[in-house]
């Protein structure tokens, strides 16, 4: 009952609200201005450029940066950014839920923007559970018990992870490039030599030229990085910019090279994920309900969405959003990934 109240107070006051939040996206608004999907306005990518003031919270081992927007009361919704890109992936997205009703908040990962570890003695670990982990203990941090969670690249798999893991966390989420668990032993499984092409920095990070290559020409690889995953989304220098900020983070370039040295276990993570690891390299399946995404111009290596559909077992879809679309579909295609939010909501 409670929950069709809310579906009705979205569609009869959310037109209301839309273009206000939309507008002054760091300002909070009422716990009645909610929307039903069919009423979030179209938008033009780059729309906006900035977040309210962001926040600062002690989270486990991490004091988090994050941004948020929409009513505190509202139903909570957590963006998750991979690499290299950071919240301003998402920085479109924002204000489309904001305006429908939604608490949304964008955390940095470790090693990005103002995310900082408390201790100068805590391991530099970029291992997957170890960043999943970071995201369970900001929903503490934050006295979130369960949220909807929506990410591409490192941001899908720590959604995965939560998914799979701790369900009761997970309200539902949204999955750009769908199952993306892994494990050590996967990673060290020979492909054929054209995919192995698109992890040629896979291989970089492993050697000590990579580390120091990616430490001095961190700016120039990532904007490289987009070009490849991105082939045809047009951005320019300002856009790039605003998110390379977030990479002078000084833990930056240790997490990312641990990360992909971890994958292709050539570094070990730490003994207390061990059992964690453990229980993700069995490929447990995700039951909370999922919407999986891909955009139709995905440069970066992904699987095909029929090889992970039945690694979800809940209330379960799959959207392909056309018009050149790549990697960083949140920011490509916003309103399209904000629809899949609303409407997953509802499963």
């Not at 839920?97 to 955390?107: C, E, K, T």
């Amino acid at each position: 009952m409670s929950e069709e109240i809310n579906h009705d107070r979205r569609r009869f006051l959310g037109t209301v609200a839309m273009t206000f939040a939309a507008t002054q996206f760091g300002m909070i608004g009422s716990p009645e201005a909610q929307t039903s999907k069919a009423s979030l306005p179209a938008i033009k990518p780059g729309t906006n450029t900035s977040f309210g003031p962001l926040k600062q919270i002690d989270a486990g081992v991490l004091s988090v940066g994050y941004a948020e927007a929409g009513p505190v009361n509202g139903p909570p919704v957590i963006l998750l950014h991979g690499w290299p890109y950071d919240i301003y992936s998402f920085v479109d997205v924002a204000p489309l839920l904001a305006s429908a009703g939604y608490r949304v908040i964008v955390p940095y990962v470790r090693g990005y923007g103002t995310t900082r570890f408390l201790s100068s003695e805590t391991f530099r670990n970029g291992q997957p559970s170890a960043v999943a982990l970071d995201t369970i203990a900001f929903m503490d941090a934050l006295k979130i018990k369960t949220a909807i969670l929506a990410g591409f690249d490192w941001g899908a798999r720590t959604a995965n992870i939560i998914g799979a893991l701790w369900p009761e966390r997970c309200q539902a989420m949204v999955s750009v490039s769908g199952y993306l668990i892994g494990s050590q032993a996967a990673g060290r499984v020979p492909l054929p030599p054209k995919a192995e092409l698109q992890w040629w920095y896979q291989y970089y990070f492993a050697t000590e030229r990579g580390l120091a290559g990616y430490e001095k020409y961190r700016h120039d690889f990532a904007k490289l990085i987009w070009q490849l995953a991105s082939p045809k989304w047009n951005f320019d220098d300002a856009t790039f910019d605003r998110s390379a900020a977030s990479f002078e983070n000084p833990d930056h370039a240790q997490i990312v090279i641990h990360n992909y040295r971890w994958r292709l276990g050539i570094v070990d993570g730490e003994t207390r994920y061990d059992d964690l690891e453990k229980r993700l390299a069995a490929g447990p399946v995700i039951t909370v309900p999922t919407i999986t995404m891909e955009g139709d111009a995905n440069g970066a290596a992904h699987p095909d969405p029929s090889s992970y559909a039945k690694k979800f077992s809940g209330k379960y879809s799959h959207r392909t959003i056309n018009g050149g679309i790549g990697h960083n579909l949140p920011q490509e295609a916003p309103k399209a990934f904000a629809d899949a939010i609303v409407e997953v909501d509802g499963y």
